[in-house]
């Protein structure tokens, strides 16, 4: 029992006697949570405007850094290499909506889920085909020193990636909310029918939205390689994207980044204080158990639009 | 299937009393009562948006009223969720027919014998002695359920690839397995065409002589409604504008504003 | 031989009933049962023993464990990797704390530890439906996987961190452990999972299997006519993570004889819902076409451009692997979310009206 408290308090007594470098661990959570934010903000796109829960978005952040580099070592300078990429991936979303989506349509949406499985398979092995498997160094010349802000050690190159994030977010939001695009999409989003109706092809829709989605996942996959190299990894940050939508809500875009702030805190704080005890390494599942005790309370997430059940 | 018992309207089984059910700031009931009485048929009706399917969801437990109680059997009931509904005894179809797409039109009925099945999990796993005998007896009772609705014939088909007219047949059929004391129809006759809608009417009125089931439906046909039920409480905006026999509802001036002002009938 | 069932009246509910109701249907099952038997153990060789037939035999029964609850139930989970591990480990602990104990009744009670954790993760499936379930075993995923890797209580403080399959008999026959021919641990492995599959036919032909798929196809019209979700989910989870607990401990006993947590991780999932996708989603013979699938495919995707003359890198045939198995699934999903057992069973139905076209 003693044990049991000990691993439960003990921990709490630390972050009481060094307050400094608890607010340290909750800066840099706060900074990885933008960073999933970033990604788990793909998802909640193009669920939003096609009901589609794309499990391939990670594979579309390996592509797109992987593409990027790739564009770079061939010799493009940066901004040709950045055009190229994005190009490919409003190519790949022309793709995916013709073979995949447009046969698919009104399908149950648990297989278009996995139908999105099946597509991220295909793009892992054929990115990776292309451009070849090895760890790839990613520079875009954002400097890594760490700098003092009153008395906490900060990381420069997160708090871009934070600049970054908010900025790309900001830009959503306004295009969501003020072009005549934005608001074509969030009427698909409330109503497919009646965006048919008032005459949005719902096939130019779910391009644009692929592509906007396409566009995030190049932006996490640069800012995510540059952290960590670009190699196949970086598929699998996307699997901690998905604990951040069921946190957020699959629908909300403020939960997505609300979300991904809490598990890159809760993740942080609990590694650093209590992991080591129990072996370390439960970055692999934490955000889905805390995620999972959410979900018990409320199953709709936090932003989630309340599901009213009706026969 | 119930043994056939004299067509009597007795005590009363199922009682209404200022039911009010609120979605957000949408009232969709306010303050509704009624009754209905064992063996008799009793239709709910009223225009497009009053609160029929809500009452239906509220008596067999799919909504919790916000106010108001509801007796079924002499037992006011508490929150209940439908599954209990359907242990005591009350079944009912749906206004979009929900059966079970992936099974065939056999496997829906056998549904409605669910609750009357007991055998435990290890003899489902042998699927042998006693789990076959009563897997026997119960397709039995469902033949029988079969053959009253007369849809032999597509026993076996999946229920997806059957007509929407038959597959309303069929979804009837799972809620008659269920032997159930109170039946409870949504629109059993949207969208069918007059030779089906004629069956269907046949098709409720023996359930209710032969065995003696108590029904409550809800339903648009004027005509058909007027004919086959007992009484006929009419509901319009979530209250309760008129309640009675037929010819008395039918010449409530309160319910021919009703029906005139939305144009529907 | 013709395929008729013309003139064979079912004179009773029993013999409708039945599992293979038409007479040539029981005769080839009889075939093929021989040849699994008795053919393959003399034809085979220990290579196509080993590396096909033993490993088709374990996904087979982790196929049937996910489709249950998955193509029965309608509950989608990324955790069977997961639950194989939690079998693996649960046999292995059992074997070498009771030495005593018959390996079948090892193999039987990991599945039942893993059903019961099973049933653990499977509790928010109350709250939570479709993706969000999804999303939630893969709590089970990491965290199993984890908690196997981490304690090391699980492998008896084994410093490598590897489980070993100590060597265990059936009859006077070793079935695991070096000792053991790759003849016997066919012969046990396949006895194993023509019994499983024979009890998974059961269960989703009678009343269990039919509150599964009232769930899966309309939940709220399945708690209408008096089928408690939760308990009927919770039991597809008991169910499905006993099948796939069971597959965890014949992969690590049978098929590879020692092996480490990371052989059950997030790939493994993905690989056996591939099996089902394409196997037939609801189909107890489509779990084993699909494990048959995704054993041959590598196989032929390896001997097929050697063959051919060009042979390719690994790494190459690993990422046409994926592309593979990728672009097969959308394209089952699309043309026939059915998979193989649907082929098979309009080319059955093809055969009953042959030489009429209709």
């Known amino acids: 029992m003693d044990a049991v408290l000990d691993f439960l308090f003990g921990p709490l007594k630390e972050i009481w006697a060094y307050p400094t470098f608890f607010v340290e661990v909750v800066v840099g959570g706060l900074l990885t949570g933008v960073m999933y934010s970033l990604v788990a903000l793909g998802f909640v796109l193009i669920f939003k405007a096609s009901g589609v829960f794309n499990f391939a978005q990670g594979a579309m952040v390996l592509s797109a850094a992987l593409s990027f580099v790739g564009f770079n070592e061939l010799g493009a300078p940066l901004w040709l290499a950045l055009v190229l990429a994005l190009a490919l991936m409003i190519g790949l979303a022309f793709v995916i909506e013709r073979v995949v989506l447009r046969p698919l349509v009104n399908q149950a949406p648990i297989i278009l889920f996995m139908a999105t499985i099946g597509v991220t398979f295909f793009i892992d092995g054929f990115f990776q085909m292309l451009w070849g498997e090895d760890v790839k160094r990613l520079d875009v010349g954002i400097p890594k020193d760490p700098i003092e802000i009153s008395g906490v050690l900060v990381n420069t190159f997160d708090i871009v990636a934070a600049v970054v994030a908010g900025t790309l977010v900001a830009t959503l939001a306004f295009f969501f909310q003020s072009t005549r695009i934005g608001r074509a999409l969030r009427a698909v989003a409330d109503d497919h029918q009646a965006a048919q109706s008032v005459g949005i092809p719902l096939q130019t829709i779910w391009v644009i939205v692929w592509s906007v989605a396409g566009i995030v996942a190049l932006v996490a996959g640069i800012m995510w390689g540059s952290k960590l190299g670009v190699q196949f990894s970086l598929a699998l940050v996307a699997l901690k994207a998905l604990p951040v939508l069921i946190l957020g809500g699959f629908t909300s875009i403020p939960g997505a980044i609300i979300g991904g702030l809490i598990i890159g805190v809760g993740e942080k704080v609990a590694e650093v204080f209590w992991a080591e005890k129990i072996g370390g390494g439960i970055e692999d599942w934490f955000a889905y158990i805390l995620a999972l005790f959410f979900l018990m309370f409320r199953p709709q997430g936090l932003f989630g639009e309340r599901i009213i059940e009706r026969v | ?265 | 031989m013709i395929y008729r069932e013309a003139g064979q009246y079912k004179t009773s509910y029993a013999a409708d009933q039945a599992i293979f109701p038409i007479l040539q249907d029981r005769i080839g099952l009889a075939i093929l049962l021989l040849v699994a038997f008795v053919g393959a153990p003399l034809v085979a060789s220990d290579y196509i023993l080993s590396t096909i037939l033993i490993p088709f035999l374990v996904f087979s029964v982790a196929a049937l464990g996910l489709n249950i609850l998955t193509g029965y139930c309608g509950q989608l989970s990324l955790g069977t990797g997961g639950f194989m591990a939690c079998g693996a480990y649960a046999a292995y602990k059992f074997a070498t704390a009771f030495p005593e104990l018959n390996i079948v009744f090892v193999f039987l009670l990991s599945g039942g530890v893993t059903a019961m954790v099973g049933v653990v993760f499977g509790v928010p499936s109350l709250r939570i439906k479709g993706f969000y379930l999804a999303v939630a075993t893969l709590a089970a995923q990491f965290f199993l996987i984890w908690l196997f890797t981490k304690v090391p209580w699980f492998v008896n403080y084994s410093p490598s961190g590897v489980i070993s399959a100590p060597p265990r008999s059936v009859f006077g026959f070793y079935v695991t452990g070096i000792e053991a021919t790759s003849h016997a641990k066919y012969i046990f492995c396949l006895s194993f999972v023509a019994l499983l599959a024979l009890v998974a036919k059961n269960l989703v032909r009678g009343r269990v299997g039919r509150a599964w798929m009232a769930i899966r196809d309309m939940d709220i019209a399945a708690e209408i006519i008096g089928i408690r979700p939760l308990h009927t989910k919770l039991l597809a989870f008991a169910v499905s993570s006993f099948y796939c607990g069971v597959a965890g401990a014949l992969w690590a006993f049978i098929y590879t004889s020692s092996v480490e947590a990371l052989a059950f991780d997030i790939n493994r999932s993905f690989q056996i819902l591939f099996m089902i996708i394409i196997g037939g989603l609801g189909s107890i013979l489509g779990s084993f076409l699909g494990a048959a699938f995704i054993v041959l495919l590598p196989i032929l995707l390896n001997a097929g451009p050697t063959a051919m003359g060009a042979p390719l890198s690994t790494s190459t045939i690993a990422h046409l692997e994926l592309m593979t198995f990728g672009a097969l699934i959308v394209f089952f999903l699309i043309v026939e979310p059915h998979g193989l057992a649907r082929l098979w069973q309009i080319g059955k139905e093809k055969l009953r009206l042959w030489p009429f076209p209709h």
């Open chain 2, 1 to 265: 299937m119930q043994h056939a018992a004299p067509r009597t309207i007795g005590e009363t089984l199922l009682k209404v009393e200022d039911v009010s059910l609120g979605f957000g700031g949408v009232k969709a009931l306010s303050g509704v009562s009624f009754d209905v009485r064992r063996g008799e048929i009793r239709a709910i009706i009223g225009p497009n948006g009053a609160g029929k399917s809500s009452m239906l969801n509220c008596i067999n437990g799919f909504y919790q009223p916000s106010d108001g109680r509801i007796t079924y059997k002499g037992k006011a009931r508490g929150a209940m969720r439908p599954y209990e509904a359907a242990r005591d005894g009350i079944a009912r179809t749906f206004q979009n027919i929900a059966l079970f797409r992936g099974m065939s039109t056999l496997d829906n009925i056998m549904t409605g014998r669910m609750l009357k099945m007991n055998r435990g999990f290890l003899w489902q796993c042998l699927h042998w002695g006693p789990a076959q005998k009563e897997e026997i007896e119960h397709r039995e009772a469902v033949e029988r359920v079969i053959d009253f609705l007369e849809i032999q014939a597509i026993r076996k088909v999946p229920v997806g690839r059957l007509p929407y007219g038959l597959q309303k047949r069929v979804e009837l059929g799972r809620a008659l397995a269920a032997e159930p004391e109170l039946l409870l129809l949504d629109e059993p006759m949207a969208g069918m065409n007059l030779e089906e809608k004629e069956d269907m009417c046949r098709f409720i009125l023996d359930v209710n002589e032969q065995f003696g089931t108590t029904i409550a439906l809800i339903e648009h046909d004027m005509g058909v409604v007027m004919d086959i039920s007992d009484r006929v409480v009419v509901l319009e905006y979530g209250r309760k504008i008129a309640d009675g026999v037929p010819d008395e509802v039918k010449a409530d001036p309160k319910v021919i504003d009703a029906y005139l002002g939305t144009g529907h009938g």
